[in-house]
Every structure is written in C-alpha cells, then in structure tokens.
C-alpha cells in the first residue's frame, strides 16, 4: 500500500516561528501537494510540485514555501507563523500517469495551533 | 459559484437505508474523486472516476460527464459509515479542487 507519512500529528507554535511540517511518500510517485483544511473553507490548494526541486503556487500560497529536495519528501515550510495559519495541513501524493491513472494518497494530516 | 457542488450538505439516515450523495462540477476534468474522513482522522481515497460506474463492496460510484455529475451511493448503511464525503475534480497537472463535503450519520 502506498504510505504518506506526515510527520507531527498535532503541533503547537508561537506566532512569528519558522514552522516545518514534513511529508514522505514511500512509492517514488512523481506529484506531492500540500492542502489545508478549513471549517467552511473545505481543502484548499497550497503549494504543488511535479518533480524533485520543482514547485508551483497553489491557490493560498501566501505565508508558505516549500521545499523538495529529493523526491519521496516534500516539506511545507511556514516562514513566519500566524494565528491565521493555524489550520489543519494535509500531505498528498499521486501518480502522473494518463488521465486514468490519478490515483491519489492523502496523509493523516498534521493539525496546527499557533499561539 | 463554487467549481464544485456538493449536496446534500448534512445527511442523518437510520441504519440500512440506501444513501446518496450529488456531485456537480462546472469545469473540464480528468477524473473526479470520492474521498471519506472520518473524525480527527486523514482523508481515504474511496474511488477514481473518468467515466462510468465504479463497486467496492456496499459503495458505488458513477459519473455523468455529458452532465458533469457524479453521485455516490451506499448500500445498507452502518453507524461506522458515518464520516464526511467529499466530491474532487481534478484539473490539469492532477490538482483537485474540492467539494465542501457532506456530512453523514447514520444511526443504529
């Protein structure tokens, strides 16, 4: 079975910290994604990357950055943490095959409180 | 309006009654997605679809393209169905937009 691994399950942070939320992916899928998950708001996309050392905004990439440096990890970084990120952050991974080979692998997610 | 549209929004059924839950997206796909969360807990992929009728055990799922719609059926409920169910698209490079989630109990 396909694992993402999300490395903290609850963390807790104060305002103005560098946060790192880490994700590992253990079948050399190509695509990773990084989405959190609001009441109201539902999934929203925040960062994406295709391959090793390549990344692309998501929707609210505002706040974030990312990094990925070898292809089974990617890792959201928060430069400078505030109230408003705190948020439930889940890790995804995929296939790039054709359009019928998208499956998809969500982590267990990673909920943050900043303080 | 929201690319992708989800009702209903809260769905309470007793224990065996046929459940169905609407999807509607307003955009050119490549698959669309059914994923289950329960509480506190990560999201599950349930099924992939870009045509037809797709079965795994008391689930099934079709999708309409003409009619950009997908629906989600569950056979003979149980409590531990009770999660939330969330209807995804997936645009091109395989990012998904979702649905808002319905949220299902189902009492014994």
């Known amino acids: 079975d396909v694992k993402v691994t999300q490395s903290s399950r609850y963390l807790v942070k104060r305002t103005g910290e560098k946060v790192f939320l880490e994700c590992v992916q253990d079948?050399?899928?190509?695509?990773m994604f990084w989405y959190r998950q609001d009441p109201g708001l539902g999934l929203r996309l925040i960062y994406f990357s295709y391959d090793v050392k390549m990344k692309e905004k998501g929707d609210i990439p505002e706040g974030y950055s990312v990094s990925r440096e070898k292809k089974e990890r990617f890792s959201l970084i928060l430069e400078s943490a505030s109230t408003n990120q705190t948020s439930m952050y889940l890790c995804?991974?995929?296939?790039?095959?054709?359009?019928?080979?998208?499956?998809?692998?969500f982590g267990s997610g990673t909920r943050l409180t900043v303080v | 309006k929201n690319e992708v549209e989800q009702s209903p929004q809260n769905l309470t059924a007793q224990e065996g009654e046929f459940i169905t839950i609407n999807c509607s997206y307003s955009v050119g796909i490549s698959a669309l997605h059914w994923l289950q969360q329960h509480p506190g807990g990560g999201i599950v992929s349930l099924f992939m679809l870009s045509s037809g009728k797709k079965k795994h055990g008391r689930l099934i799922a079709t999708i309409n393209i003409q009619e950009k719609h997908s629906s989600l059926h569950i056979t003979a409920s149980h409590p531990r169905d009770s999660a939330v169910y969330i209807c995804?698209?997936?645009?091109?490079?395989?990012?998904?937009?979702f649905g808002a989630g319905t949220i299902l109990r189902v009492k014994s």
């Open positions: 079948m050399d899928h190509e695509n």
């Open positions: 995804a698209v997936a645009r091109a490079g395989n990012k998904l937009v």
């Open positions: 995804a991974s995929s296939t790039s095959g054709g359009a019928r080979d998208y499956g998809y692998t």
